[in-house]
């Protein structure tokens, strides 16, 4: 089989990747989609179970730190694309342990940005795309000013909690480790697109919910909580606000900027959905109860408040009109209905956290591939 063209997609085997990997591997079997991964603790390839054995897959452990590596699998593929989502993503780890995420977020773009450089520049870049997928954290953070909350906030164009938003021209003044690692990346692509002329496209989306979330995060580590009726540590006193998208929304957005978006162009995408972490985590109980089968409110006294994240990042809030406007792009789910496939997902593929709490899958890729 010939294929069209091959693309490379990074961090395929984490939370948003395997779900970017599964929609292009499925919608365009005239691609072959090469998924490169380190399969850090967060690449799991059980994630992708579905679409392992499709002819037009094919997965290649590396790490995109490894210049002589990248560059080999970029030319020996004649490859024409990257959409690059491999990170360090957890903020928490991020506080801990800064320098690997200076290392894979900055110096892992860094070296896809060099190693797709010198095999593209060449050919004056004809038909290549380098997309940069990164998040509104970079912004930093927006005020609460209404902290109560103004349930008739879109009729008026604000938010719930406050009337800005982070725009595709807000300024960058990222607070924590991982979004100044992040930020610094999406620096470096411009720049490549400035300075050598590479066909770049950037987006900031905010905060993903669905399945195959990494157990670390909010969601899926209370959803799991709940199952084993363990505390659910709130930060501070839950006040924070994000603004959530379902995952497979943000894979459409990814294909659509992928091949519609304008070179050296940034995108914001986003719900348009903010939510005060406590008012979250109530539906999550309510809604883990009723699936359980278990009496509403079982599980209220779960919730325990704990000591703040460090720097803590009050509101997030995504205005992604622009996206709207010029490439059609809105989310496709209600929240409610988001929330509900979610937590189902979770409580049905209870092997699946198992597994991913327990450390398994590690065990099995040392076998299969050795250690890290
Ligand atoms: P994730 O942590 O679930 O997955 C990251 C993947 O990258 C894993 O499969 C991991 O093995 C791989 N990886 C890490 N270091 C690597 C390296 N050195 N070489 C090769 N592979 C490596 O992350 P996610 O939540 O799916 O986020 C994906 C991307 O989207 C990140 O760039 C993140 O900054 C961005 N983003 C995430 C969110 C969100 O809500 N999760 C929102 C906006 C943007
Ligand atoms: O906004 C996009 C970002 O969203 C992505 O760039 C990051 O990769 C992704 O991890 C996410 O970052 P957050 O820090 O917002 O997500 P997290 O799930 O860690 O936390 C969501 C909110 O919940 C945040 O205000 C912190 C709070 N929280 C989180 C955890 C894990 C708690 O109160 N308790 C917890 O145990």
């Given at each position: 089989m010939t294929y069209d063209r091959t693309i490379i997609i990074t961090g395929g085997a984490g939370f948003i990747g395997s779900h970017v990997t599964r929609l292009f591997v499925n919608k365009y079997p005239n691609y072959r989609i090469i998924n490169i991964d380190?399969?850090?603790?967060?690449?799991?390839l059980a994630n992708l179970k579905d679409v392992?054995?499709?002819?037009?897959y094919k997965f290649i452990k590396a790490d995109i730190c490894d210049y002589e590596d990248i560059r080999k699998i970029i030319s020996s593929n004649d490859v024409s694309g990257i959409i690059h989502l491999a990170a360090e993503s957890h903020v928490d780890r991020s506080i801990v342990d800064p320098f690997t995420f200076a290392r894979t977020n900055v110096m892992g773009t860094l070296t896809l940005l060099q190693s797709a450089r010198e095999y593209w520049e060449p050919k004056g870049y004809e038909g290549c795309r380098f997309y940069h997928i990164s998040t509104d954290e970079v912004y930093g953070a927006l005020e609460l000013t209404k902290p109560e909350g103004d349930p008739s906030a879109k009729e008026c164009g604000g938010?719930?909690?406050?009337d800005d938003f982070f725009t595709e021209t807000t300024r960058y003044q990222p607070h924590s480790p991982y979004s100044a690692a992040k930020a610094s990346s999406d620096h470096f692509v411009r720049a490549y697109h400035d300075t050598y002329g590479m066909p770049t496209v950037v987006t900031n989306c905010s905060n993903n919910y669905g399945?195959?979330?990494?157990?670390?995060?909010?969601i899926p580590l209370f959803i799991n909580n709940i199952r084993h009726r363990k505390p659910l540590p709130v930060y501070g006193k839950g006040e924070n606000v994000r603004d959530w998208l379902y995952v497979e929304d943000h894979a459409r957005a990814i294909d659509v900027i992928f091949h519609q978006g304008k070179d050296g162009d940034t995108y914001n995408i986003g719900g348009f959905n903010e939510w005060k972490n406590i008012d979250l985590i109530k539906v999550l109980i309510r809604t883990a109860d009723r699936v359980l089968g278990r009496?509403?409110?079982?599980?209220?006294?779960?919730i325990t408040f704990v000591t703040d994240r460090k720097g803590h990042d009050m509101r997030y809030a995504i205005d992604s009109t622009k996206l709207r406007d010029e490439?059609?792009?809105?989310?496709?789910?209600q929240f409610e209905e988001g929330i509900e496939k979610t937590v189902r997902w979770y409580l049905d593929n209870q092997e699946w956290l198992d597994s991913v709490t327990s450390g398994d899958y590690l065990k099995y890729y040392e076998k299969m591939y050795g250690a890290n």
């Open positions: 380190k399969l850090t603790y967060a690449g799991n392992e054995d499709k002819p037009n938010g719930p909690f406050g399945p195959y979330q990494f157990p670390e995060k909010l009496p509403e409110g079982a599980d209220d006294d779960l490439l059609g792009w809105e989310p496709s789910l």
